[in-house]
């Protein structure tokens, strides 16, 4: 029996950032000083005007490198600037501007006037280690810019994957020690110039235990443990078949939860082997992840587990069956004649 899966996808809102000219006196017609300072804007995921304090920039005029990549850090008066000031050019040229946070998302960053890539990228295996991507791309010149600024309106260019779950069967008692997700693509290559993702064929488990359990109820929590939420590359899932493909060969994904299921009673139904603490459940998972989306999966274990994670003994196998149900047949009643004497002699 197949535990229900739901999962509501919310889009994330992004951060405008302004550039602002500095207070400086303009000198032989140079232009002022180009920076940048994040405007008032709503809460996003993980990466906010908040705690936004260094972004990554690289200009372009024309077909040449104005500057290369350099690191702004926010200052007190909420400025964006770098140790190496570059100025508006003059002449009021259009300058193009390719920007980035965190410093090292992982992979490398090339920014020249024709490409402008993060090749390699790959969430980290920590799941507490993952970092959220965001980027930027925009244009501005003097006359228009140097005095409102260039809206610097960044995206988030992963999903972000956060898995809950819940039961309202009082049979039993549900104590999870883990989540799992399996073999979604780990790798990828991202153009800063259309904001497109190129998927290699590199696929992975990411995953994350705990020794205190986490005892389910009617209402959904939260089963992250300490990686809070997952930072991944959007893409179309393609499923683990467990009638099929048991084993996983075709490495299809997946969501298991590590788990002890014991009836109210105290016997424990799973893992099948009772002197094991706790094994994982899995439900096959066919999503399509966006960028900038924030994926809250809930299972529920009303009416079911899921099946037997494709890495444990069993793979494949229902961890409940159906209902426990009786056929009942009540037997005719069958005469015996019994003659009893009354005598009293």
Not at 148 to 168: E, M, W
Not at 282 to 306: F, M, N, Q
């Amino acid at each position: 029996m197949k535990s229900n899966l739901l999962f509501a996808g919310i889009a994330v809102a992004a951060m405008g950032l302004t550039s602002c000219s500095s207070d400086e006196p303009v000198i032989n017609n140079t232009g002022n000083a180009i920076s940048f300072r994040p405007s008032v804007g709503t809460r996003a995921t993980e990466t906010t005007n908040a705690n936004l304090n260094e972004i990554e920039v690289a200009a372009f005029l024309d077909s040449a490198t104005y500057f290369p990549t350099l690191e702004f850090t926010k200052g007190s008066d909420n400025f964006f600037t770098s140790a190496t000031t570059y100025n508006w050019p003059g002449d009021n040229s259009t300058l193009k501007f390719y920007s980035f946070a965190p410093e090292n998302p992982g992979g490398t960053i090339t920014m020249t006037p024709s490409v402008q890539t993060l090749t390699g990228f790959s969430p980290a295996q920590n799941i507490g280690s993952q970092v959220d991507f965001i980027t930027a791309v925009a244009s501005g010149n003097r006359a228009a810019n140097e005095a409102s600024g260039v809206p610097l309106t960044f995206d988030h260019r992963l999903s972000q994957i956060v898995i809950q779950a819940k039961t309202d069967n009082d049979a039993y008692t549900y104590s999870v020690t883990g989540i799992r997700v399996g073999y979604p693509v780990s790798k990828g290559d991202f153009n800063f110039a259309d904001n497109s993702w190129t998927l290699a064929s590199d696929k992975a488990i990411y995953e994350d235990t705990y020794s205190t359990p986490i005892t389910l109820g009617s209402n959904a929590v939260s089963i992250m443990g300490n990686g809070g939420a997952l930072m991944l590359i959007p893409q179309q899932l393609t499923p683990w078949n467990p009638q099929t493909d048991s084993l996983n060969t075709a490495q299809g994904a997946y969501i298991s939860l590590k788990l002890q299921i014991n009836t109210k009673a105290g016997a424990q139904v799973y893992p099948f082997v009772s002197n094991s603490d706790c094994d994982w459940a899995a439900i096959p998972d066919d999503t399509k992840w966006e960028p900038g989306k924030r994926y809250v999966y809930t299972l529920d274990l009303t009416h079911g587990a899921g099946y037997v994670d494709p890495h444990d003994p069993h793979p494949g196998t229902p961890v409940l069956g159906g209902p426990i149900k009786f056929t009942v047949k009540v037997t005719d009643w069958v005469n015996s004649d019994q003659d009893l004497p009354m005598d009293t002699h």
